[in-house]
């Protein structure tokens, strides 16, 4: 009896850490524009409508995950609320210190920014200080490269200026460590997949649907400026039902 007991346990251990585990889904927002009458499509939203995305999405009983629990999470395969998402800033645009960390603030809401580092302190990007308050109250500072390349035919970059620099310039402008990474233009392969892993990263974003499951291939959904809060949370579900 006892023998037969040990047998069902590990088969239900088997059975449900091979169950796939529910996507979290990870929106990505690029440009967010003050003005109504620009244009809004999948990298641009206007404040307005990102306010209203944001507030269906509190309204609708939803709450922020960031990357630390994200990866526990993805390992431990412990139980989530469905009402779980990630929110994510991508590119350095100065609009996400000056309109997206006061409206995820409002909604009790926490993102991550993932920084590319040379365009810091230029004309409409973030600035260095800009970076730090966004880690001081809350969000996750995350790299993304220092100026974007595309992954070259070869597979190649200069690693240690597009992952390895832009890590220890970030890690010195927060003061915390700098674990995550998204690809530009959501591009990536074993090599840099290998690369990240040596230069100290927990976890890597890519874009789209999951072609891999497993952290350095975490997929997100670019989020359309022109969606309804609704809207959004249809794609959201089907996002997770992928
Ligand atoms: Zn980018």
């Known amino acids: 009896m006892k023998n037969v007991l040990i047998l069902l346990i590990a088969c239900f251990s088997i059975c449900t850490n091979s169950h796939a585990q529910t996507l979290i889904p990870i ?8 003005g109504n009458g620009v244009k809004s499509n999948i990298m641009h939203i206007t404040r307005d409508q990102l306010n209203a ?6 309204d609708s009983g939803y709450h922020t995950m960031l990357p630390d629990d994200l990866v526990k999470y993805m390992q431990s395969g412990r139980h989530v609320s469905p009402k779980t998402f990630m ?13 997206a960390d006061s409206l995820l603030r409002h909604y009790g809401f926490r993102g ?6 040379i365009p810091l302190g230029k ?22 490269t220092w100026d974007h ?6 597979g190649k970059m200069d690693w240690k200026k597009e992952l390895d620099a832009p890590k220890q310039q970030l890690e ?22 290998s690369h990240l892993k040596s230069s100290g990263y927990k976890a890597a974003f890519q874009l789209g649907a999951p072609r891999r499951n497993g952290l350095y291939t975490i997929p997100r959904m670019m989020v359309d400026g022109r969606l309804s809060g609704p809207a959004l949370q249809r794609k959201m579900a089907v996002f997770m039902g992928e």
């Not at 929110?87 to 309109?99: G, L, M, P, R």
């Not at 390349?149 to 070869?154: A, G, I, M, V």
């Open 112 to 117: 991550v920014f993932f920084v590319m580092t």
């Open 53 to 58: 995305q944001l507030k269906s999405l509190a």
């Open 123 to 144: 004309h409409g990007y973030l600035t260095a200080a800009q970076v730090k308050l966004l880690s001081d109250r809350g969000h996750v500072i995350a790299a993304h």
């Open 149 to 154: 390349p595309f992954l070259r035919p070869s």
């Open 172 to 193: 010195k402008i927060i003061g915390k460590p700098v674990l995550y990474f998204a690809y530009p233009y959501g591009e990536w392969n074993d090599t840099m997949i």
């Open 87 to 99: 929110i994510t800033f991508d590119d350095s645009h100065e609009e996400h210190f000056s309109i």
């Open 27 to 34: 929106l990505c927002y690029h440009n967010i524009h003050l």
